[in-house]
């Protein structure tokens, strides 16, 4: 089991930027494909942004791309979500999530683990 907690969502002004993180424990995090996805009600999860086990591949969804930075640090057990010149259409619940291989990284009904999510809100 991997058990993950997200944090440093909020509400930012549009063009503004945030860095959300996400801590993973339970298992071996080095190992994990990790992805962020996003949310909004009544739509369907989103695919924002996915890292490899070992840093050396990143994925991003076009609709982020440029604006955002995933990142890992295996030490900490931690990936993050580095968020830049956020519109407000990027408002949502932002969710992590784990799998052990990273093919169909941006396949939201692949991953095992998730978080419980957190806001982000981007007021323009």
């Known amino acids: 089991q991997v058990q993950l907690v997200e944090s440093g969502g909020g509400l930012v002004q549009a063009g503004g930027s945030l860095r959300l993180s996400c801590v993973a424990s339970?298992?071996?995090?080095?190992?994990?494909?990790m992805g962020w996805f996003r949310q909004v009600p009544g739509k369907e999860r989103e695919f924002a942004a996915a890292i490899h086990w070992s840093g050396l591949r990143r994925d991003y969804a076009y609709s982020v791309k440029g604006r955002f930075t995933i990142s890992r640090d295996n030490a900490k057990n931690t990936v993050y979500l580095q968020m830049k010149s956020l519109k407000p259409e990027d408002t949502a619940i932002y969710y992590c999530?784990?799998?052990?291989?990273?093919?169909?990284?941006?396949?939201?009904?692949?991953?095992?683990?998730w978080g419980r999510g957190t806001q982000v809100t981007v007021d323009s």
């Open positions: 339970g298992r071996t995090f080095e190992y994990l494909a």
């Open positions: 999530a784990a799998k052990e291989y990273y093919r169909d990284f941006d396949r939201y009904q692949r991953y095992k683990f």
